[in-house]
């Protein structure tokens, strides 16, 4: 192949190698510009988990009296930390004061009716007794039935006996109030396992089933009428056509129970306890 010697003429050979050079830029910029694309966005930073205070290390930082027991997994679960913390220090303060008779501590925790009945229990010698037969308290705590609330239940162990109190524990912002929770006749006797969530079920369902009951009205009693009259024997009704006849003909004045007057209604006898506002009822 010839050589062009005119300077005015591209070399042949020099062109290629541009038009190569040229080819080989644009693939890479091309292959660089896909990497780009394809390259992945960096993974987001790890989440800090939060670091959890255990019930042990709560108790002890708060110094709660060693009567009072809690296990980990009976804590306040609200699903938020804060929340939960709030109310496992409140619930803790709030037991530690009761055995050891602090009236002064859990008084500010109660909620108003309940710090009447406190003030009454004082007035009359009833918180100290009460408190100073406690030898321990287990407490636990459940899912509360109203937002904003957790359910604290405490078996307390006085001696031999063992008896069960549950407070509704309402969070109010930096405040938490402690409500008694109407107790069943013979309720820890009716508890079954040994955990709080399943035993607050039970105690509410308890509790639905008695208040129920007290909404029924009071069964009526209708004792049939009975002639204990003699024959032959009138009174002041001798010939009224209300008047029942005795097997003489005469007609007898009824007596005895579910005396009946003319036209009147049979007398019903006095109902037992446990109806609306007696003191068996829930809530009185």
Known sequence: MTRSTNPSVPDPAHL???????????????????????EAPPPPPPVQAVEVESVADVMKRLGTDRRVRMDESERPNTGNPETDQRALEATLTFFDG???????????????????????????????????????VTVGCAAGQEPETVMALGIYMNGDRFEAQLWTARLDGETVRFEAVPQPPGIIDQLKGNKAEPR???????LKEQVERSKQPDEKVEIPQQDRSLEGEGGDDAGSEDSPSSPGGQPSTPRGPGKRKPGGTPVNPPSSPGGPGSPSAPGG
């Open 200 to 206: 607050v079920q039970q105690w509410m369902k308890i």
């Open 16 to 38: 290629l190698r541009v038009a190569a050079a040229a080819a080989v830029l644009s693939l890479a910029a091309c292959s660089g510009d896909s990497e780009d694309q394809a």
């Open 98 to 136: 009761m055995v050891r008779g602090s009236a002064d501590r859990v008084q500010p925790m109660l909620g108003d009716e309940d710090r009447k009945t406190l003030a009454l229990m004082r007035q009359d010698g009833q918180w100290e007794a009460a408190t100073a037969a406690i030898d321990r």
